[in-house]
């Protein structure tokens, strides 16, 4: 039950019931990669898209499904050969709100202090 009003009444918690029926009507399922998410597309090649494997998070669809999805590549990965190439890293899941996302210093989420840049803002003080 809890299920089924998750896919009423949000769209980041897997396919949404327009989604699931339009899946059903007219999805011709293309393949699946190793996070569990699962690609199709429609009879005429019109329309590609992605049911993710638990929440709707784009940074888990690897760089070669990502290129099929986008149509810069025709054909889907589950029907070709393909290798990844030797400059692309390996896939990671968005950080941001995390523990683990990136914290530069002087952000006011490390105990760092920025370092002195030009253009930083002295205070006038009279006499100068």
């Known amino acids: 039950m809890k299920q089924f009003l998750l896919q009423i009444f949000t769209w980041w918690n897997g396919q949404t019931m327009g989604t699931r029926f339009f899946t059903w009507r007219k999805g011709i399922r293309v393949g699946d990669d190793e ?3 699962i690609y199709y597309r429609d009879g005429a090649d019109a329309h590609r898209w992605v049911i993710y494997n638990g929440v709707a998070e784009p940074t888990t669809v690897p760089p070669e499904w990502h290129g099929w999805l986008h149509r810069t590549v025709d054909v889907p ?11 692309q890293k390996p896939n990671r899941p968005n950080a941001t709100g995390t523990p683990g996302a990136y914290r ?9 202090t920025r370092p002195r840049a030009t253009g930083d803002y002295d205070a006038w003080t009279p006499g100068n």
Do not use: F, K, M, V
């Open 35 to 37: 996070a569990g998410n």
């Open 77 to 87: 990965p589950s029907e070709s050969d393909y290798q990844p190439r030797a400059w």
């Open 104 to 112: 530069p210093r002087g952000s006011i989420l490390t105990p760092e």
